[in-house]
């Protein structure tokens, strides 16, 4: 299975702590992405970053990727209420005309 | 203006009967697809199009039947409904269907009773 992996499941923190969430997938990619699902809503690609980078900066959003350990993480810093969704990193491979999910972190900031 | 629009929201229907769930989108993409999201959150692909054509077909039962009248629509028509069927449907859409940057719709949440 292509399928990713991403741990915690859950996880929950206060308002201003920083949040990390991991990934983890199974063939070599050409990118990884990050995505955001809030309740009820669509998924909102957050950001992308290359097999051929190692960390990349958006905003509070800070992702690194280790294509040697297979493994991302998205680290949101001086979290925010507005910051609760779901998160989910997704691969993609050149040809494969898709993007391949993990099973996402349901990031929950309390006030 | 809304770059993926999929309709209906909401969707209840018996078993056995025949959906139909729309896309469109108009920030001019080449590739559209049917994701499926089930209880569990686990999305994963149904199909891809590029330009109209078939891309992938992930496995899909045959009662699902994707149709892309241009490349800015791709609807998706679910023949003899079943309650496994009953999940969260996202179309979305990619300048590229190489693995790059995917805008989602918001979702069609279909329930089979």
């Known amino acids: 299975s292509q399928q990713g992996e991403e741990d915690p499941q859950a996880l929950s923190i206060q308002e201003g702590e920083n949040a990390t969430m991991n990934c983890s997938y199974k063939?070599?990619?050409?990118?990884l992405q990050w995505y955001r699902q809030n309740s009820g809503r669509g998924l909102v690609h957050l950001i992308l970053?290359?097999?051929?980078?190692r960390e990349k900066h958006s905003g509070r959003l800070r992702v690194t990727l280790d294509t040697s350990k297979k493994s991302s993480s998205l680290l949101i810093t001086a979290s925010r209420a507005a910051d609760t969704a779901s998160y989910f990193c997704?691969?993609?491979?050149?040809?494969?005309?898709?993007?391949?999910f993990g099973q996402g972190t349901r990031l929950t900031i309390n006030p | 203006d809304t770059a993926v629009s999929q309709t209906p929201k909401y969707l209840v229907t018996q078993m056995g009967n025949d959906k139909s769930i729309k896309c469109e989108q108009n920030?001019?993409?080449?590739?559209m697809y049917w994701y499926k999201q089930d209880s569990k959150k686990f999305l994963k692909i149904m199909f891809s199009?590029?330009?109209?054509?078939?891309?992938i077909n992930e496995t899909v039962p045959n009662r699902f039947s994707p149709k892309s009248p241009d490349k800015a629509h791709l609807n998706l028509h679910i023949n003899s409904l079943e309650l496994g069927d009953s999940a969260v449907y996202f179309c979305?859409?990619?300048?590229?269907?190489?693995?790059?940057?995917?805008?989602f719709g918001q979702g069609t949440r279909l329930t089979v009773v």
């Open positions: 979305a859409s990619s300048l590229e269907g190489k693995g790059t940057e995917a805008f």
């Open positions: 063939t070599s990619i050409n990118n």
């Open positions: 970053i290359r097999s051929n980078e």
């Open positions: 997704a691969t993609g491979r050149w040809g494969a005309q898709k993007l391949v």
């Open positions: 920030l001019g993409h080449d590739t």
């Open positions: 199009y590029n330009n109209k054509e078939l891309i």
